[in-house]
């Protein structure tokens, strides 16, 4: 009996070996929804067919599957359109309903959030939405970056801080170019 123990706790440790090596820790990104409801949440719901096109209905960018179960096919002119909330995808249903859960950062996200982030803080409405509770007297670094960073991330601000602190000095830092750096940031997606 001691040696059928001895063997057993032998395979566990062995085990255990084999899984802690093949373990990986990665980044996790949120999703579309995840991403989409932050950047409205920041410029506005006159901003939601900008959000809606390049972030909701881009699950093979940003992740998040279509519900197949919350969708119906409408018939339509062309053809079939699919309805439903913001889980719904635009393009084909049946091949983007699969997009993966979980993406990793990729060029293509990088240049999907440069590019919502460029469309939103060129319209006025959404730039004057994002900016409206800034105060221009105070230390407006760190009021733009609680926009995408509510709470916590201090060594992050205080790196922002400190690579602007000789601009803030000479003159003022223009609001909508802190806005753009703050969401083109990888940082504030990381679940």
């Given at each position: 009996?001691?040696?059928?123990?001895t063997v057993f706790t032998l395979m566990m440790?062995?085990?255990?070996?084999?899984?802690?090596?093949q373990t990986q820790v990665q980044?996790?990104?949120?999703?579309?929804?995840?991403v989409g409801e932050l950047l409205l949440r920041v410029f506005g719901p006159d901003c939601k067919t900008i959000v809606e096109k390049e972030v909701f209905n881009k699950p093979h960018i940003f992740g998040g599957p279509c519900?197949?179960?919350?969708?119906?096919?409408?018939?339509?002119?062309?053809?079939?359109?699919?309805?439903?909330?913001?889980?719904?995808?635009?393009?084909?249903?049946?091949?983007?309903?699969?997009?993966?859960l979980i993406v990793e950062n990729s060029p293509l996200r990088s240049g999907a959030i440069?590019?919502?982030?460029q469309s939103l803080s060129q319209k006025k409405a959404c730039l004057n939405h994002a900016l409206k509770g800034i105060d221009k007297e105070k230390d407006s670094i760190e009021e733009i970056f609680r926009l995408f960073y509510p709470i916590g991330h201090e060594r992050l601000l205080g790196e922002f801080k400190m690579a602007f602190e000789d601009v803030s000095r000479k003159k003022s830092i223009d609001h909508k170019?802190?806005?753009?750096?703050f969401c083109q940031s990888e940082e504030w997606q990381i679940l």
């Amino acid at each position: 009996m001691r040696a059928l123990r001895t063997v057993f706790t032998l395979m566990m440790l062995f085990f255990n070996h084999v899984l802690w090596s093949q373990t990986q820790v990665q980044t996790r990104y949120g999703d579309r929804l995840f991403v989409g409801e932050l950047l409205l949440r920041v410029f506005g719901p006159d901003c939601k067919t900008i959000v809606e096109k390049e972030v909701f209905n881009k699950p093979h960018i940003f992740g998040g599957p279509c519900d197949p179960y919350s969708q119906r096919l409408v018939k339509v002119k062309e053809g079939y359109k699919t309805v439903g909330p913001r889980e719904k995808c635009s393009e084909s249903f049946f091949s983007q309903y699969r997009a993966d859960l979980i993406v990793e950062n990729s060029p293509l996200r990088s240049g999907a959030i440069a590019k919502v982030c460029q469309s939103l803080s060129q319209k006025k409405a959404c730039l004057n939405h994002a900016l409206k509770g800034i105060d221009k007297e105070k230390d407006s670094i760190e009021e733009i970056f609680r926009l995408f960073y509510p709470i916590g991330h201090e060594r992050l601000l205080g790196e922002f801080k400190m690579a602007f602190e000789d601009v803030s000095r000479k003159k003022s830092i223009d609001h909508k170019f802190l806005l753009k750096l703050f969401c083109q940031s990888e940082e504030w997606q990381i679940l």
